[in-house]
C-alpha cells in the first residue's frame, strides 16, 4: 500500500497562491493516480483534481479550472496542487488521495489511501 503526506496549506489572502504536495511512501513503484479532495466545514467532501500516473492527463472540478494546476514528478513521488487567485470560498481542508492502477477519476469511492489533510484558509 502507499502512504501519503500532504502539506502546504496556510492562511493567505483572496487573489494570493499556496502550493501543496502530497508525498507518497510505501508501494511507490506501481502505478497510481492521485487526486485532491477538499472538505469545509459542514460540507461534503468534494473533488477538486486529479492526475495520472504519467501526469499527461488531468481533471478539474469546475470551481478551480484555471486557476488551479495539478502536477507530479514521480522521482520524486509527489504530486502538487498548484493554487492562484484563491478565493475564500477555497477555504477547506484539503486531502490528497491515491488509487493503483494508471487512471484519477473525480470520485472519493474510487480511492483508497488518504493523506491526513492540510487547512486552508483564505481571507477576505
Known amino acids: 500500500q502507499v502512504q501519503l503526506v500532504d502539506t502546504g496549506g496556510g492562511l493567505v489572502q483572496a487573489g494570493g497562491s499556496l502550493r501543496l504536495s502530497c508525498a507518497a511512501s510505501?508501494?511507490?513503484?506501481?502505478?497510481?493516480?492521485v487526486g485532491w479532495f477538499r472538505q469545509a466545514p459542514g460540507k461534503e467532501r468534494e473533488f477538486v483534481a486529479a492526475i495520472n500516473w504519467s501526469g499527461g492527463s488531468t481533471l478539474y472540478a469546475d470551481s478551480v479550472k484555471g486557476r488551479f494546476t495539478i502536477s507530479r514528478d514521480n522521482t520524486k513521488n509527489t504530486v502538487y496542487l498548484q493554487m492562484n487567485i484563491l478565493k475564500p470560498e477555497d477555504t477547506a481542508v484539503y486531502y490528497c488521495?491515491?488509487?493503483?492502477?494508471?487512471?484519477?477519476?473525480?470520485?472519493?469511492?474510487?480511492?483508497?489511501?488518504w493523506g491526513q489533510g492540510t487547512q486552508v484558509t483564505v481571507s477576505s
Open positions: 488521495a491515491a488509487r493503483y492502477g494508471s487512471t484519477g477519476v473525480p470520485v472519493r469511492y474510487g480511492y483508497d489511501y
Open positions: 510505501g508501494r511507490t513503484r506501481s502505478s497510481y493516480a
